[in-house]
Every structure is written in C-alpha cells, then in structure tokens.
C-alpha cells in the first residue's frame, strides 16, 4: 500500500484514539523483577523417522552435550510439516530440545552446527529452530 494512502487510512482513526496518558518508566530489561539474567530459550524440532534411539542418544552426546554441557530437555512429539522437496505434508515422530542460554554471536552458531549435523547425518531436509528472548536462572 503507499505510504500516502496508508495515511489517509489511518488518520480518521487516530482521531478517534484516547488521548496519550503519561508513560510509565521503561522497563530495564526482561528480567526486570524476575529472578534471573536475559538470555535466549532455542527449541529445536528433530523429525526422527530415520533415527533410532541408540543414533540419537549418540547424535545427542557426541553434538549436543559438548556444545551445552550446562544441560538442556528433549521431549518426544508427533508433527507435520509441509515437505520442501515434494510439497508432500509429511507425520513424523520427533523430538524437541529445548536449550536456555546466553544471547550471543556463539549460542547461534551452535544452534547452526547442530542442525547441519543432523540434517546431514540422518538426511532430513530440516531442522526447526524458534529463539526466544527469556529469564534465565538455575
């Protein structure tokens, strides 16, 4: 849409909002009464059609442990998604792990690495990852 007639749009509209009341002080942070330090919770999907158990408690010591050794969960799910190669909706059993961690340039690589080993040995198309800014303290 142009930004004119985006305006034309919007203007009527605000004319109808309440007027501004005094803002209240900005928070510090996202732990800003919460016990904790701000850091980052990461889930990642692993479908696990082409993985048995002793491959991914493997695949689980040998490229996830070492890059979080302070720890992480994994729970076991049923999902779908759409296949990129065929369009096909695969079902699949998987797994989720959930890590909570230091936001920075290093956490995300880990992720990374972690997916392409997985993605590469046990040929999945892909791995699913969702990053959110949380409280984190142990």
């Given at each position: 849409?142009?930004?004119?007639?985006?305006?034309?749009?919007?203007?009527?509209?605000?004319?109808?909002?309440?007027?501004?009341?005094?803002?209240?002080?900005?928070?510090?942070?996202i732990c800003t009464g919460l016990p904790g330090?701000?850091?980052?919770?990461?889930?990642?999907?692993?479908g696990r059609t082409r993985t048995d158990d002793?491959?991914?408690?493997?695949?689980?010591?040998?490229?996830?442990?070492?890059?979080?050794?302070?720890?992480?969960?994994?729970?076991?799910?049923?999902?779908?998604?759409?296949?990129?190669?065929?369009?096909?909706?695969?079902?699949?059993?998987?797994?989720?792990?959930?890590?909570?961690?230091?936001?920075?340039?290093?956490?995300?690589?880990?992720?990374?690495?972690?997916?392409?080993?997985?993605?590469?040995?046990?040929?999945?198309?892909?791995?699913?990852?969702?990053?959110?800014?949380?409280?984190?303290?142990?």
């Open positions: 849409m142009r930004p004119i007639l985006l305006a034309l749009i919007l203007a009527p509209l605000a004319a109808c909002a309440p007027p501004p009341q005094a803002a209240a002080p900005a928070a510090s942070g330090t701000p850091g980052i919770t990461a889930r990642l999907y692993f002793p491959a991914w408690q493997k695949f689980l010591a040998e490229h996830v442990t070492p890059r979080f050794p302070s720890g992480f969960s994994a729970f076991d799910g049923y999902g779908q998604w759409r296949q990129r190669s065929t369009g096909r909706v695969i079902q699949q059993k998987s797994t989720i792990i959930e890590i909570a961690a230091a936001r920075d340039p290093d956490t995300i690589w880990k992720f990374e690495e972690i997916r392409a080993d997985y993605r590469t040995q046990f040929k999945q198309e892909s791995v699913g990852l969702v990053v959110s800014d949380s409280c984190v303290s142990f």
